[in-house]
């Protein structure tokens, strides 16, 4: 079956970088993609990976490695209103999308 | 450009009734998407659509039934309302295979 992971909760500091790992196994891989959901709002883009290595967009920076089947998030200085949900979602070979259950990212001052 | 855009944003029904989600983008999108998130959980793809007049089942389908008459709009119909379709509902459209998905803002269903 196809099958996304991600941890759960994460909790850091403002200011300070976190990183959220996501590693999955679809039918094949067309692209992936990672969106950032507040609580009770919709998703919203973030960043999209198809080749390997590292996309720098600002504080937000996306890593993938298809071989290993695996991508982060990484979030540089911290700020309280990134205390959101992060969706990891990978494009199969039908270009259907598969999500994963989302990392809820908690801030504390 | 309002983008997409649900209705109702909130909906309380009772079993067995029906219902129809509204879902109209004006960004002339081919593929539109509707999901359910229910809480802890990823998103559901129920039906989706590549273009008028196409309509095809996603993970989720049972319960649920879509049209595509036009590239605007693509409502979702609850037949008999079950207290498990109670959910965050998200409609969702891209230009192209390879593209983002833009969401609407969501419509709260809660079945009693």
């Known amino acids: 079956g196809q099958n996304i992971d991600q941890p759960t909760e994460m909790t850091a500091t403002e200011g300070a970088i976190v990183q959220i790992n996501c590693t999955y196994q679809?039918?094949?891989?067309?692209?992936l993609f990672w969106y950032q959901q507040h609580a009770g709002e919709a998703p919203t883009f973030l960043s999209y990976n198809v080749l390997d290595g590292l996309e720098e967009k600002g504080r937000f920076s996306s890593f993938l490695s298809r071989s290993k089947g695996y991508s982060y998030l990484l979030l540089k200085e911290l700020q309280m209103k990134d205390s959101a949900s992060y969706l990891c979602a990978v494009k199969d070979s039908n270009y259907q999308l598969i999500w994963g259950a989302g990392t809820k990212l908690i801030i504390k001052p | 450009n309002a983008g997409v855009t649900q209705t109702p944003k909130f909906r309380i029904l009772k079993i067995g009734q029906s219902m129809t989600l509204q879902c109209t983008q004006d960004m002339n999108h081919n593929y539109m998407y509707w999901y359910r998130q229910d809480p802890g959980m990823g998103l559901k793809l129920i039906y989706y659509s590549v273009g008028a007049g196409i309509t095809d089942k996603g993970e989720v389908p049972n319960g649920y039934n879509v049209s595509r008459s036009t590239t605007e709009d693509f409502p979702l119909r609850l037949e008999l309302a079950a207290p498990s379709q109670t959910s965050v509902y998200f409609c969702?459209?891209?230009?192209?295979?390879?593209?983002?998905?833009?969401f609407g803002e969501g419509s709260r269903l809660t079945v009693l």
């Open positions: 679809t039918s094949g891989f067309n692209g």
């Open positions: 969702a459209s891209m230009v192209r295979e390879a593209g983002e998905l833009f």
